[in-house]
């Protein structure tokens, strides 16, 4: 099983602040199979990224992915007010799925 | 607009038997690949089932194989959840996802159902 560690847990920044959130994983998931969501207080999880750097429809362009083999990233340029969430990373490179414990984003 | 609707969650006692269903609308449902996924609340995700869009292939977490079964039904664009001899560390928010493509991630989520074991 591939095991997804993300950190921080908890990263508090202010509106308009650059957000870094790393994805570490236990063995190589290749260039493209991994995917970041984002979820909200009583709501299902939202596809960010997919494919490690690849925009989901309809995200905005300040949420960016990068990375690869074992060290992942999720920026978000310039935080606005909507982006304080939980943020989860994924592996679909082999069975069983898993994600990441997620990173808590709060404001300052 | 493509839309997933869980129902049948609820209150259910240790060993007892329970099955989600989920509705799903907007889009060519024997065309894809579909998930359970499931979060104890306050915790993260964990990926449960998913089953192949013709219905001859599914896939289960290690730890559930044999206590959940996962199904679906074309015509009424259906996938369900059947789990047997649930316990109390069963309790989760259960959500159904939709497989976009060949690889298993998740383009689109139903709201989810709430699966309380308890006594």
Known sequence: ?108 | EVQLVESGGGLVQPGGSLRLSCAASGFTFNSNWMSWVRQVPGKGLEWVANIKPDGTESHYLDSLKGRFTISRDNAKNSVYLQMINLRADDTAVYYCARVPGSYSLYDYWGQGALVTVSS
């Open chain 1, 1 to 108: 099983e591939i095991v997804l560690t993300q950190s921080p847990g908890t990263l508090s920044l202010s509106l308009g602040e650059r957000a870094t959130l790393s994805c570490r994983a236990s063995q190589s998931v290749g260039n493209t199979y991994l995917a970041w969501y984002q979820q909200k207080p009583g709501q299902a999880p939202r596809l960010l990224i997919s494919g490690a750097s690849s925009g989901a429809t309809g995200i905005p362009d300040r949420f960016s992915g990068s990375g690869s083999g074992t060290d992942f990233t999720l920026t978000i340029s310039r935080l606005e007010p909507e982006d304080f969430a939980v943020y989860y990373c994924q592996q679909y490179l082999s069975a069983p799925i898993t994600f990441g414990q997620g990173t808590r984003l709060e404001i300052k």
